[in-house]
């Protein structure tokens, strides 16, 4: 099974922070990675898929990188409403998810 | 618009059985491949089950293997998860979701989510 993990477990950062989000797999995934963001309540949201490609709608603020085992979730600019948990993806060979990362806005 | 809607969520005793459904509506639901995932308290996102838009073949994560059957009908755009077995571990929010196309095969479209608690 392939592992992801995630770093940090919780964030706290300020209305426009650049905040970045880290996610390392236990084996090479190619650049099969996405990421969702989860509000209390609320059922994940997509935001970018094949590790860097913006999913429609999703503001141009976020950004995605990283192949193999390392990958980056980026938020420019962050904003009010980008307060949730967010979580990486691997489906290269089944499907796993990373524990999440809280994100707090100071 | 594009929506899922689960159903059939609700208290259940261990070793007893649950079906859940989920309601397709503004896609064609044929096209695509489904997903259950599901959520426990105060916990990350586990994957459960797939299966492909054909309902030809499905796949299982090994926490639910051999008591859980993922299973669509095309002809009601409806997905559906029959839960056999069920454990105190498997209390959790049940989500479906699309297996996107332009996506790459990712999660694209989530359900609300049905919540399950298995108690005696």
């Known amino acids: 099974d392939i592992q992801m993990t995630q770093s940090p477990s919780t964030l706290s950062a300020s209305v426009g922070d650049r905040v970045t989000i880290t996610c390392r797999a236990s084996q090479s995934i190619n650049d099969w990675v996405a990421w969702y963001q989860q509000k209390p309540g609320k059922a994940p949201k997509l935001l970018i898929y094949k590790a860097s490609t913006l999913e429609s709608g999703v503001p141009s603020r976020f950004g995605g990188s990283g192949s193999g085992t390392q990958f980056t979730l980026t938020i420019s600019s962050l904003q009010p409403d980008d307060f949730g948990t967010y979580y990486c993806?691997?489906?290269?060979?089944?499907?796993?998810f990373g524990q999440g990362t809280k994100l707090e806005i100071k | 618009q594009v929506q899922l809607v689960e159903t059939g969520g609700g208290v259940v005793q261990p070793g007893r059985s649950l079906r859940l459904s989920c309601a397709a509506s503004?896609?064609?639901?044929?096209?695509?491949?489904m997903h259950w995932v599901r959520q426990a308290p105060g916990k990350g996102l586990e994957w459960v089950a797939v299966?492909?838009?054909?309902?030809?073949?499905?796949d299982y994560a090994d926490s639910v293997k051999g008591r859980f059957s993922i299973s669509r009908d095309n002809s009601k755009n409806t997905l559906y998860l029959q839960m056999n077995s069920l454990r105190a571990e498997d209390t959790a929010v049940y989500y479906c979701?699309?297996?996107?196309?332009?996506?790459?095969?990712?999660?694209?479209?989530w359900g609300q989510g049905t919540r399950v608690t298995v108690s005696s």
């Open positions: 979701a699309r297996k996107g196309l332009r996506s790459f095969d990712a999660f694209d479209i």
């Open positions: 993806q691997q489906y290269n060979s089944y499907y796993s």
């Open positions: 299966i492909w838009y054909d309902g030809n073949n499905e």
């Open positions: 503004g896609f064609t639901f044929s096209r695509h491949g």
